[in-house]
């Protein structure tokens, strides 16, 4: 609808015998048509990396996009969202593959601003072990809450310059996993796997010491950052989703030892296998 003069449709028409012939639109308000535009692979890219960079780049954390008027691109704000680690993540790991393939330092700029910016999801929070939704740099903030957020938990940074949103979920945690191993493996310099280790050491072995649990910076688990065997294999974990959860700690224990080679994830590994079952859980989820 977004590309017709009214979403009242009277009568649509093609050329059958035309190749990618256009597709016309008899519409309430006037006449439309969709065009086929042939593009490689290369060339689609392009115009999504370029959207992301000019309208979703918020300090290298990428997601939403709000337009003060309607329509007009130049009234962009970059938004933030519970799940910008997410986002984010997919954005860096596209750059990353771009940058592997066909060697442009434009991919691997972007790479290198995103992941520090992922990484800074952790840093900024004062902790070893804890890991935000999200960042705001408060310097030059443009949305409407910047004074004082109140879209969720908010606290501020050590330093004083960020928003830094707590009461993360176990599908950030999954994000920054996934993009961390692929992230360390293909497009990592030495001094970005170290810093890869100590967040996945951090987040990972933190979980571990406080009971299978994610732990907000107020030292209570938050609300969906159960890992552990009373909540997976409880109530909650049997009729919802215990074997998720399951595979998401094992994985995340198997990355955390591939990068840092320390027993205690194969200990800990082991211990959910043997005592709680998380194996069997996976394949009855």
């Known amino acids: ?149 109140d879209d969720g938990e908010w606290f501020t940074s050590p330093d004083g310059e960020w928003w830094v949103k707590g009461d993360t979920s176990n599908d950030e945690v999954v994000s920054h996993m996934f993009m961390m191993g692929h992230a360390y493996d293909l497009c990592a310099d030495e001094t970005q796997k170290q810093q890869i280790r100590d967040h996945v050491d951090g987040i990972i072995g933190g979980i571990i010491e406080h009971g299978y649990q994610l732990l907000d910076i107020d030292g209570q688990c938050t609300t969906y950052g159960q890992f552990d065997p009373e909540y997976v294999n409880g109530l909650a974990g049997e009729y919802g989703d215990g074997g998720t959860r399951s595979v998401e700690i094992l994985a995340a224990l198997t990355l955390a030892e591939y990068m840092t080679g320390d027993p205690k994830y194969s200990e800990a590994k082991k211990y959910l296998i043997e005592e709680h079952h998380y194996d069997e859980n996976v394949m009855h989820e």
Request: hydrophobic fraction near 30%; include cysteine.
């Open 1 to 149: 609808i977004r590309w017709l003069p009214h979403e009242n449709v009277l009568s649509i028409a093609t050329t059958p015998d035309e190749t990618d012939s256009p597709i016309y639109f008899a519409t309430q308000e006037g006449l439309a048509y969709v065009t086929v535009e042939h593009m490689d692979f290369e060339e689609k890219s392009e115009y999504f990396v370029d959207r992301i960079v000019k309208r979703h780049d918020r300090d290298g954390a990428v997601a939403d996009s709000r337009l003060t008027t309607p329509g007009d691109l130049s009234t962009n704000i970059p938004w933030d969202s519970d799940n910008d680690g997410g986002w984010t993540c997919y954005w860096l790991m596209s750059e990353c593959f771009r940058y592997k393939v066909t060697g442009d330092p434009e991919a691997k700029a972007h790479f290198d601003k995103s992941l520090e910016r992922m990484l800074s999801f952790r840093t900024l929070t004062g902790t070893d072990y804890f890991l935000a939704r999200s960042v705001i740099r408060k310097d030059g903030c443009q949305l409407d809450d910047c004074d004082n957020p």
